[in-house]
T-cell receptor, first 112, second 118 residues
Framework: GQQLNQSPQSMFIQEGEDVSMNCTSS?????WLWYKQEPGEGPVLLIA?????ELTSNGRLTAQFGITRKDSFLNISASIPSDVGIYFC????????????FGKGTHLIIQP | GAVVSQHPSRVICKSGTSVKIECRSL??????MFWYRQFPKQSLMLMAT?????????EQGVEKDKFLINHASLTLSTLTVTSAHPEDSSFYIC??????????????FGPGTRLTVL
């Protein structure tokens, strides 16, 4: 099946720093989604990307859909304590398959 | 908008019993809902796709007779874990997507149900 390689697995940063994480795949995806999950809760949608090359922002978050359709990155600028959590990329494949394939997540930890 | 609820949020049951989990889209209609399972410190794994008015589509390796899915209305899907065993203990999360429109591929997740089988 399709797999997503998400990196880094975890990040320890200082408050105020910028963050960058990415996902790559050997398969093409038609949609890339970025989610944030906090302990004991369901994932919350941050950004959705639909077209190759698309660059979309949501406040301090920016994500891009790679030109090859096999990768995506998420950047967080000027991190704040409430950014702590696990960030997942998710891809929707072609061929009518609507279920999402998730990356393994990036655990973001912010030191004050 | 796009709020999804799950009930119960937490359930503890004895081995061999069945547990039903409900997933509701509160402010939109969802012809398609999805059920995922997440083990501690791991990612979400798609179990099945639930289609309103038709049979669910299960991912490879997921037993359809053990995880019964019913999607009887445009706002409700249920997952029943039959004859639960300790290895079924997990965090079960549903998602729903809006029926049609430019955002139709975005999935909105419920808060999850923590199942513990003793």
């Amino acid at each position: 099946g399709q797999q997503l390689n998400q990196s880094p697995q975890s990040m320890f940063i200082q408050e105020g720093e910028d963050v960058s994480m990415n996902c790559t795949s050997s398969s093409i995806f038609n949609t890339w989604l970025w989610y944030k999950q906090e302990p004991g809760e369901g994932p919350v949608l941050l950004i959705a990307l639909y077209k190759a090359g698309e660059l979309t922002s949501n406040g301090r978050l920016t994500a891009q859909f790679g030109i090859t359709r096999k990768d995506s990155f998420l950047n967080i600028s000027a991190s704040i304590p409430s950014d702590v959590g696990i960030y997942f990329c998710a891809g929707r494949g072609g061929g009518g398959a609507d279920g999402l394939t998730f990356g393994k997540g990036t655990h973001l930890i912010i030191q004050p | 908008g796009a709020v999804v609820s799950q009930h119960p949020s937490r359930v503890i049951c004895k081995s061999g019993t069945s547990v039903k989990i409900e997933c509701r889209s509160l402010d939109f209609q969802a012809t398609t809902m999805f059920w995922y399972r997440q083990f501690p410190k791991q990612s979400l794994m798609l179990m099945a796709t639930s289609n309103e008015g038709s049979k669910a589509t299960y991912e490879q390796g997921v037993e359809k007779d053990k995880f019964l899915i019913n999607h009887a209305s445009l706002t409700l899907s249920t997952l029943t874990v039959t004859s639960a065993h300790p290895e079924d203990s997990s965090f079960y999360i549903c998602s729903a997507r809006v029926s049609g429109g430019p955002r139709r591929y975005e999935q909105f997740f419920g808060p999850g149900t923590r199942l513990t089988v003793l």
